[in-house]
Each structure stands twice: as C-alpha cells, then as structure tokens.
C-alpha cells in the first residue's frame, strides 16, 4: 500500500498546532500529519510558553476556544480545574486567566488530538522539535530542509512561524551580548535584573506591560522608564456600555475608505469622550467590519492606515486585563514608572549602561533595557531563516504592502510570479498585509480550521459566512 499524503506545519504555536488538529479531527483519508517547531512544546508558542503566573490572558475566556465550531470547550476545560470549578457561570466567562493556564489548555488539546487517540484512525501524527531552515519543490511533493540536516517529505506545507522578533533599533546590533541588552522580551531576562539602578523598556505595548509587571512582581525598587513615540499605554477592558449610535444606519463601513471613514469615528470617539465613556467602544463595534474594510481599501490607503493610524488603533484595540491595567497605573502614580514619549534615536553602551537617545528629549541611562517595541512588520526584512530562503527561492512573495505573505483567500500562498502555490499554505501572524486583525485567538481559531479545510479540499469558506462567524465569536 502507497504511504499515506504527508502534511507537514512548520510552527508549532497556536497557528499550527490548531491546523493539525483541525486535520486529525476532520479528514475522511488517509494522512501523516506532521508538526515541526523549534521550542518543542507544541500548542504554546510565544504567548502561552510564559512561566510566570501573573501574565493574563487579555481576552476574557468566554472567547477564547480554540475551535470556531465550539464556542465554550475552553470554559468547559476550565471547569475540569480545581481553582476555576467553583465560579458561577457569569464570572467565569469573564475571567482574563493566566496565559500559562492557556497554555495547559492548548497542550491538553495537543495530547488529545495530535499525541492521543482523538484524531481520526485513518490519520497518523509526529511532532518533530527542530528548526525547518529551506524547503525544495520536487516531483508531486517537497523537502522541507531541516537546520540539523534532516529533511522532511510532505505533498503539502503550512507555513505557521508566527510573530517576528522586535525590529532592530539604531545602535541595537553594536550592543550585541551587553549584559544591559535584553533584545526579545519574550526571553528569559529576570534573572538579569540587577540590584540596584533603573530600567528601561523600549516600547509602550503589550509586551512592555509584561515586562512592568514582571518588575513589580520581583519587587524592582527602583525607576522604570517605558519608552515609545507616542507613550500611549494599553487601555483596560470595560463592559456594559451602550452606543447603538455606531454604526450609523444607512453607512456602508466597508466601503467607506480610509479618509471618511477616519471623519466618522473621529466624531463619535470625541461624543464618546463628551459622555465620559471610553471611545475604545468605537473599535469593538468596527472590529466585525475590520477584515472586509481591510480588503476593500486601496494598498495606498493601508500603508497610510498603517503609517499613521495603527499607533492609535492598536492602543484602543489591544486592551489589557483591568487587575493588570490597575497594577501598571498604580506604578505610574506612585512615579516607579516614568513614560517617556519620543522617538528612539540611537542605543549606546556606557560602561555597564546603556544611553537611550530620544527625539527632542533628554538620554535615559539605564542598568537594564528590555526592547519590548512589538514585531517587526516589514516581511522583507524577516529574520526568520526559513521564511528568507522562501523569499529568495520566490516560493512565497511579500503582499503589496510588505506586511507579510502574499496569500489567496484560501489561504493558498502565491509565489513570486503570482501563481498560487502547488504546496503551500500560510496563516497567522505573517498575513497582516492581508487581514490586517490576524494576530488574537478568536481570528487564528477560523483561519486553522479554514487552512484544514483547504488542505482537505473542502468548500472554501463564504465571506458573508465567514463575517457571521466573527460577528458571533468576536464581541
Ligand atoms: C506576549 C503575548 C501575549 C499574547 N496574549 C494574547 C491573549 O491574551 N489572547 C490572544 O488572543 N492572543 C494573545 N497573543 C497573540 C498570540 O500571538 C496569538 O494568540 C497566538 O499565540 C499566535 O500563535 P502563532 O502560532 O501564530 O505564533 P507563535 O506563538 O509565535 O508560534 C509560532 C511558532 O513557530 C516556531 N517557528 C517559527 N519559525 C520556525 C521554523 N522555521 N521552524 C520551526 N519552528 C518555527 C516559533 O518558535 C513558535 O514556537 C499574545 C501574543 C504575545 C506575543
């Protein structure tokens, strides 16, 4: 008998190990379903590998399954543990958890379907810790190039390598192993906290608040100073506020443009500020919308979205658990934690300091700095070894705005000459050019089962299907 068609995942995050299990639950045939990740620890990827407990979530867990089809299987998970069983229905759902928690929940998936028995018994499954570096076509299926030298057969290829590492700053690559110099936040670096002096952070996102937390929680006594060109902070998540007012009637978001669309919810965040609410509000009820005004705008208007007005977005979009909020206000009342706003211009070692030139301000010398400045979203310029022999090899090619992988709506990757892929497919991440909201579980869930979808070769999903699926999983 012919050896069953291999699909193999480069990236074991979220992303892929959710594609492979949407394969191991719902293929009829018979496949080899192989995922390839270089941390090992299938399912928790970046975010959910932390080790410290006081990281949560940032999405309340009532939306946080990591299957589209099954709104509360992570609730359900939930109540199998101790410290979650107790809690009344209403308040578990709004629970932000610990991203360690969450991280449990993927590896129990992860063991269920792709470890287990609870994939289908006509598909076979093998998680390979490794990092995939090149892939060669060949005759009906490809090599996936492994860095230890090993290679790998497979008919079909998914392409889930995730968030970049932060953008290279200026001065950055002279600092190289400085012992101030901590360049991926996503890295151990507590134990490089020193006993006295102050810290830097570069950056005022997400990944800077890990970091203001993780200090407080070591009980870092002295300054913080948090970094960034605007010095805006995460807002909290809030509930229960009413503004039927947005959308409009009669308004057709989608086909608005960025420009009018720009007038629109500037008026109603500033009505929204006159009523003493927060104009975030506006955000969520754009976010059913985000995806399909994303595709409708012009390339021009998305490189100027994402010049000009992703800062903005982004601080209103990406909202933080409210006990974390309350922790990083507290830090900037008490004055432990300093922001400063402006440019960075150039980093520079000081003896065992190092100098942070900002725009039109005074240096900053600190004892440790953190780049928490978020992923670097120029694809062309991608560290990631794989993906640069991709671009090389013109297997896949930048979208037009150079934010990630040029795809197809079925996700199918279009090579450099601007044909669909024979064998690739890509999700997650990398396709911000495309969808521009690709990076949170309630998005990845759809696209891993659509990706699985395509590679079984089922119906491609609907857009209007698919908006309705957002509409339901996302607010
Ligand atoms: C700090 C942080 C907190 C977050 N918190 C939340 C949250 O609370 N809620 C939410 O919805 N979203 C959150 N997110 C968003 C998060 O990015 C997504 O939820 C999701 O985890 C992304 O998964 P991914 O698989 O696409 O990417 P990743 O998690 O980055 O996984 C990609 C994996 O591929 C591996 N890889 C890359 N290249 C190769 C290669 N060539 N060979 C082998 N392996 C490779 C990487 O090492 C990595 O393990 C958070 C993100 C971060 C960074």
Known sequence: MPNPACIAVLGGGFSGAMTAVNVARISDRPLHVVVVDDRGSVGRGVAYSVRRPEYLLNVAARNMSAFPDEPDHFLHWLRTRAEFEPLPEAELREQFVP????GDYLRSIV???LAGDGHRPCVTTELITGEAVDIEPGDGHCLVRMADGSAIAAEKIVLATGNEPPA???GASALGDHPAWVANPWQQWEHRVPATGSIAILGTGLSAVDAIITLCDLGWQGPIHAISRHGWLPHAHFRGIEYPEFPPAGVDLVTLGLNDLRRLVSQHCA???ARDADPAIIVDKLRPYTQRIWGNFSCEERREFARCDAARWNVLRHRIAPEIHDQVMHARRTGALQIHAGSIEELQAVDGAI???????EPVVADLVINATGPSTRFSATRNVLLRNLLASGLVSPDDTDM??????DHTVVNAQGDRSASLLALGPTLRGTYWETVA???LRVQARRVAETLL????????????LRLEYML
């Open 99 to 102: 991203r360690q928690v969450y």
């Open 111 to 113: 063991g269920n379907h």
């Open 168 to 170: 290279p700053l200026p």
């Open 271 to 273: 009505e929204l500020v």
């Open 355 to 361: 100098r942070i030139g900002i725009e039109a301000r």
């Open 404 to 409: 990630g992988i040029r795809i197809d709506r």
């Open 441 to 443: 579980v309630p998005e």
């Open 457 to 468: 070769g089922a119906v491609p999903v609907d857009v209007e299907e698919e908006g309705q």
